[in-house]
């Protein structure tokens, strides 16, 4: 498939061939969300944490004798049904990740960008090089383009300017290629590729 390339400022810079295999594909909502899933799950923190009843600092001591009071039997304070006593079954310090296939990993990513691609939310620039590092500029180009929520990708080495300025505009992401990844291509309405970037995607999927 071919696609039209443009520049920042939105003019015409020729065309792009794009490989079907990577940008042709009929997007599956099962793989999609088993690759969000594992994302999502992965960046997850684990570090919540509850103390049971052998972390708390109360008194281990027997309550009260066990028998001749006409009350229930208890023993420890630290027992969960006791203001101040150990949470039964709480939340432990560990990890959610969770194992994933790396060719289904690789088949969501190139389903992610089949399912822009076909969705027309798909941009290709020239290059992403701004002279400089001014949001106000860029502002303006991303006008020109008609974004206003989009997931920028460039190369391997990401221009410092258009990093500078592109970092307080919201909801737009800046990544170089190696970053790329389904969530935040998912989560972002438009997917703009620089054509180094495009190029790198077809040589890592070659």
């Not at 009350?71 to 560990?94: I, L, T, Y």
């Not at 500078?164 to 998912?186: H, K, M, S, T």
């Not at 972002?188 to 590729?193: A, D, I, M, S």
């Amino acid at each position: 498939m071919e696609l039209n390339v443009t520049t920042l400022e939105g003019k015409d810079a020729g065309k792009v061939a794009l490989s079907d295999e990577i940008f042709g594909l009929d997007p599956r909502q099962d793989i999609l969300a088993r690759v969000v899933r594992w994302q999502l799950a992965k960046k997850q923190q684990g570090t919540h944490k509850t103390k049971n009843r052998s972390e708390v600092s109360r008194t281990g001591a027997k309550m009260y004798k066990q028998k001749g009071t006409g009350r229930a039997r208890h023993h420890s304070a630290r027992a969960p049904q006791f203001r101040g006593g150990g949470k039964a079954h709480g939340p432990v310090v560990r990890s959610h990740a969770h194992d994933l296939p790396k060719k289904v990993r690789a088949l969501g990513l190139r389903l992610a960008l089949s399912a822009k691609a076909k969705a027309e939310e798909l941009i290709i620039v020239d290059q992403l090089i701004a002279s400089d590092a001014k949001t106000k500029a860029l502002l303006g180009n991303f006008a020109s383009l008609g974004l206003t929520n989009a997931l920028v990708i460039g190369g391997a080495e990401l221009d410092g300017n258009f990093k500078l300025a592109a970092q307080n505009i919201p909801n737009v992401d800046v990544l170089p290629v190696q970053g790329i990844n389904v969530y935040d291509i998912l989560r972002r309405g438009k997917l703009v590729l620089s054509k180094a970037a495009v190029e790198a995607l077809e040589e890592r999927f070659k």
